[in-house]
């Protein structure tokens, strides 16, 4: 049973510039949350998507965007970066639904360099 | 709004011993979720134990138990016998009442293990 992925792994890119994230939830999973973890703090929450809808939103811009697809797997947009936004970004799944303790399980991350 | 407390930046403990890490919480929620994370090196972010507001008896998972006081809103984490593996950082988590939100994270807690 394949757990949470995450693709790239690494990325670097410039000021200005826009990043695609990629994740794929475990198996059975329906809900996709992103996290930005600075160097040093916990993980803070972007937003979280449900049945193809962001569902809930931290305090985030709006040069922060996403995506879910039918397939439950997930896309982060970050657009015009900035050097603040260099930070592993985390994607996290889980099971919205009777019985659940809704964990959240979380793939290995992209680590994001903006130079 | 949620706050989680972790007041341990580093603890080192020596190999085969026990260890509690602390975490506190706020929150007005009526009920709740609370979990802990393990973050090796790597940066996965791995679920170790989860407890429930409402749960009558303290959560265990093999080595990993927490020890839920909630008059005090304190969940801490405790290891027993702890193994050089055990070395990363450990974050408190919380969720609110609705089930599948957002998790609210603490600044965590580096456990390094002592040969």
């Known amino acids: 049973d394949a757990g949470v992925t995450q693709s790239p792994t690494h990325l670097i890119k410039t000021r200005g510039q826009q990043v695609t994230l990629r994740c794929s939830p475990k198996?059975?999973?329906?809900?996709v949350s992103w996290y930005q973890q600075a160097l040093g703090q916990g993980p803070q929450f972007i937003f979280q998507?449900?049945?193809?809808?962001?569902?809930q939103r931290g305090n985030f811009p709006d040069r922060f965007s996403g995506h879910q697809f039918p397939n439950y797997s997930s896309e982060l947009n970050v657009n015009a970066l900035l050097l603040g936004d260099s930070a592993l970004y985390l994607c996290a799944s889980s099971f919205f639904g009777p019985g659940s303790t809704d964990t959240q399980y979380f793939g290995p991350g992209t680590r994001l360099t903006v130079l | 709004a949620q706050k989680i407390t972790q007041t341990q930046p580093g603890m080192f403990v020596q190999e085969k011993e026990a260890v509690t890490l602390d975490c506190t919480y706020d929150t007005s929620d009526p009920s709740y979720g609370l979990f802990w994370y393990k973050q090796p090196s790597s940066g996965e972010m791995i679920f170790l134990i989860y407890?429930?507001?409402?749960?009558?008896q303290n959560a265990t998972e093999g080595r990993y138990s927490l020890n839920f006081q909630k008059a005090r809103k304190s969940a801490n984490l405790v290891i027993s016998a702890s193994q050089l593996g055990d070395s990363a950082m450990y974050f408190c988590a919380m969720r609110g009442e609705f089930g599948n939100e957002k998790l609210t994270f603490g600044t965590g807690t580096r456990l390094t293990i002592i040969p």
């Open positions: 198996s059975g999973h329906d809900t």
């Open positions: 407890q429930g507001s409402y749960d009558q």
């Open positions: 998507y449900y049945e193809e809808e962001e569902r």
